[in-house]
């Protein structure tokens, strides 16, 4: 479920990640990955459900499409999150897991059930995202620039490599 987007636009320090299960490029458990591993970085986080139809059907295959075209880029850094917070028996780290392979992405993903992994997902509370899919654009600066259900996913491919 996700709430209505109201469209209202703000540019905010980003909060750190706060979120402690990641699986690195190659889908092998990693430490936690922090906001600041990626200093003078753009990042492009990207928060998802297993479950989700609509992760599945337009935000995975976007991020793809993004990750692929951008690929080589030392000035962006791709990450995506599941963030749950709802159907926690379905939504589980394995099936982040899974979801990072059956999609070859080869970013880091992160698991994010919350605090006690029965809650609402940290970063959906810090980023005050609106359900999944969701794009999160921090810049270099750790401002979160954009924050959205939805993408212009050729738009932001060409802004990208413009600005790298």
Not at 55 to 69: F, I, N, T, Y
Not at 133 to 162: A, C, L, M, R, Y
Request: proline share 3%; aromatic share 14%; hydrophobic share 35%.
């Amino acid at each position: 479920m996700a709430k209505e987007h109201t469209g209202e636009e703000q540019i905010f320090e980003a909060p750190e990640f706060n979120v402690g299960s990641w699986v690195d490029f190659e889908g092998k458990k990693t430490g936690e990955i922090k906001l600041s591993d990626f200093r003078q970085k753009f990042k492009v986080v990207y928060c998802f459900q297993s479950w989700c139809p609509g992760c599945h059907s337009k935000g995975l295959p976007d991020l793809k499409k993004m990750v692929e075209a951008l690929e080589g880029s030392d000035d962006i850094v791709f990450l995506a999150i599941q963030t749950v917070f709802e159907g926690f028996e379905e939504n589980t780290y394995e099936k982040m897991v899974e979801t990072q392979k059956q999609y070859s992405l080869r970013i880091p993903f992160g698991h994010d059930a919350g605090d006690n992994g029965k809650s609402r997902s940290n970063i959906m509370t810090n980023y005050k995202t609106g359900g999944t899919p969701w794009f999160i654009f921090i810049n270099q600066h750790n401002n979160v620039v954009f924050s959205d259900f939805h993408i212009n996913v050729e738009g932001t491919i060409s802004f990208f490599k413009e600005m790298t």
